[in-house]
């Protein structure tokens, strides 16, 4: 089993916990956390994109010359493609963008992050946060007192509001309750943050 430190707020020890190595020691499958995250970001566009077709522009009814004998091209209508403010040949059209993946990926893929990060020393555990209201003050301090920078992301359990409140107005810190984490959000910072209670959550999920 592997363990990992578990901290107070101010960076002191406080106790230590065991990793599933199902979890935490897997060799990570980064074509499969690719897979995923392209996935969940595909998923994420509305495609409510829209562009208008000759038949669907107004106007053009009417020929605008005859036919023949005016030594110009024989045009239609004014809403042709090759008109200024004609219709659009091929354009886009609401559509989903949404990508099939099966939940056993979408599993593979966390475990892999989550092992990525323990394996690079970017995995943290916090006892808890003891926020008896939200305070930016007080988790901007956290943050020091464990030398992160840059961006960081913090996972709490579902119940947790006032940690939740107190971080979600750092610049460069994602705040994300358990239940909304994913592979996207698990690999894009250069820290990753949990409460040993959340931890514990994840890992009987994934285990």
Known sequence: MTTIDIKD??????????????????????????HVVRAQRASWRQGTHDTKTRGQVR??????????????????????????????????????????VNNKEVKLAMRSALSAKLAD????????FPFEKPRTKDAVAFLKAFGLEGRTTVVVCDDDVNTYLSFRNIPKVNILPVTEANTYELIDNKALV????ALKRIEEVLA
């Open 9 to 34: 707020v101010s960076g002191k020890k406080a106790g230590s916990a065991d990793l599933a190595p199902s979890v935490f020691g897997i060799e990570p499958n980064v074509h499969v956390m690719h």
């Open 59 to 100: 106007g053009g009814g009417k020929k605008p010359w005859r036919q023949k004998g005016t030594g110009r091209a024989r045009q239609g209508s004014i809403r042709s493609p090759q008109w200024t403010g004609g219709g659009t040949v091929f354009g886009p059209h609401p559509r989903s963008y949404a990508m099939k």
């Open 194 to 197: 949990f409460t040993a209670d």
């Open 121 to 128: 020393g970017e995995l943290h555990v916090v006892d808890t």
